[in-house]
Each structure stands twice: as structure tokens, then as C-alpha cells.
């Protein structure tokens, strides 16, 4: 159960966007629409922002979207705000009936 | 409104046990399948174990596996996870979650509680 791979961090200014990249194995991401987003800022729990590759769910800002190809998801933020900087995490369903999450991205909004 | 509470944690000498409690309220708790993950100091999101609405299917993590075991009430409206043989690599903030309807996400997290193994 390896963890997918996520960059340690990601950065941009107000008004710009930034991609967070997530990539599994043909047994994870490659294999299931089950790809998650979390967003975490410090000291909270996470929070669901993107299920199934690329769905909002209520409440969520159209800011936040997602995508998948082959093995590897992403998750596009555009026009940054400060309140966007958090830890973020993807996950997904695996063949092995289990879960997998990524490594955490840290996004910095300078 | 939907929520979950969890409780239980606290400071465990290596080689202990202790049991996770998680409260759920706002929805149908037996509809849906539940999880924990854990969240190591200043490390990422490890998920840990789920269990089904009626209890039917388990499945845990290598690291956890033969150790931990997940269990609900639904008449209690109450999740669990029983955890023996502590190690120090099990020290986290454990989050009970609730699982999407299709299995594709946890979408309701609680705060979390504590865990710490040390002597």
C-alpha cells in the first residue's frame, strides 16, 4: 500500500492558479473514478473538496476542480485566495478494498 | 447537522491497548460504511480501516492489520477501534470518517483524537 505520490509543495499569488498533481498505479488511480481531495489547513480536520475525480460537493467554491488521465489526478485552484492556503491531500480507492492517500501538498499563497 | 465526535485517546506505554469511540449524529448512521484514518505529527493522512453499514465487510492497513480491530453499534450510533499491541509508530490523531455512498470519498470527518505511545 504505497503511498501516491503528491509534490511537497506548490505556491502562487492572489488571482492566479496552481495544479496539484497526484499520481498512483494502474491498481489505484489508474483503475477507479474513487479519487478524492482534501483540503486541511493547520490544526482541522480534513475537508472533502473534490470526490470522483471531479465533483464538487455542495458548498464547494467552481474555484476548485479536478481531473484524472492514465494514472495520474489533478487538482486545479484558480483564482487564489488567501484563504486557500492548507495542506491538501488526494486519496483513492484501490483493488485491494482499500484506501490510499497521498503524501500532502503544502500551498502557499504569496 | 451531520457530525462526529470521537473520544478514547490519550497516553498508552508501548505494548497497551486502548479503544477509539467515535459518535455519529445528523444522519442514518447504519446507511453507511465508516473509516478511520490517522494523522501522524507533521507526517500526512494514513488510512487505517473501514467497516460496512451492517458490519459485514472489514479491511484494514498492512501496518495496523492483526492488531486493530473495527467494530460499530448502529443502535448506538457508534463507531470503534479497538487498538492492542501499541507501537510508538501508532502515536497519531486519529479521525473517524464517514464514507460516500458510492465509496468514493470520506466526506465527514470528525476533529480527531490523540493518541500517544510512549514509556
Known amino acids: 500500500q504505497s503511498a501516491l505520490t503528491q509534490p511537497p509543495s506548490v505556491s502562487g499569488s492572489p488571482g492566479q492558479s496552481v495544479t496539484i498533481s497526484c499520481t498512483g498505479t494502474s491498481s489505484d488511480v489508474g483503475s477507479y473514478n474513487r479519487v478524492s481531495w482534501y483540503q486541511q489547513p493547520p490544526g482541522t480536520a480534513p475537508k472533502l473538496m473534490i470526490y470522483e475525480v471531479s465533483n464538487r460537493p455542495s458548498g464547494v467554491p467552481d474555484r476548485f476542480s479536478g481531473s484524472k488521465s492514465g494514472n495520474t489526478a489533478s487538482l486545479t485552484i484558480s483564482g487564489l485566495q488567501a484563504e486557500d492556503e492548507a495542506d491538501y491531500y488526494c486519496s483513492s480507492y484501490t483493488s485491494s478494498s482499500t484506501w490510499v492517500f497521498g503524501g500532502g501538498t503544502k500551498l502557499t499563497v504569496l | 447537522q451531520v457530525q462526529l465526535v470521537e473520544s478514547g485517546g490519550g497516553l498508552v506505554k508501548p505494548g497497551g491497548s486502548l479503544r477509539l469511540s467515535c459518535a455519529a449524529s445528523g444522519f442514518t448512521f447504519s446507511d453507511y460504511y465508516m473509516s478511520w484514518i490517522r494523522q501522524a505529527p507533521g507526517k500526512g493522512l494514513e488510512w487505517v480501516s473501514y467497516i460496512s453499514s451492517s458490519s459485514s465487510y472489514t479491511n484494514y492497513a498492512d501496518s495496523v492489520k492483526g492488531r486493530f480491530t473495527i467494530s460499530r453499534d448502529n443502535a448506538k450510533n457508534s463507531l470503534y477501534l479497538q487498538m492492542n499491541s501499541l507501537r510508538a509508530e501508532d502515536t497519531a490523531v486519529y479521525y473517524c470518517?464517514?464514507?460516500?455512498?458510492?465509496?468514493?470519498?470520506?466526506?465527514?470527518w470528525g476533529k480527531g483524537t490523540t493518541v500517544t505511545v510512549s514509556s
Open positions: 470518517a464517514r464514507v460516500g455512498q458510492w465509496l468514493t470519498d470520506m466526506d465527514v
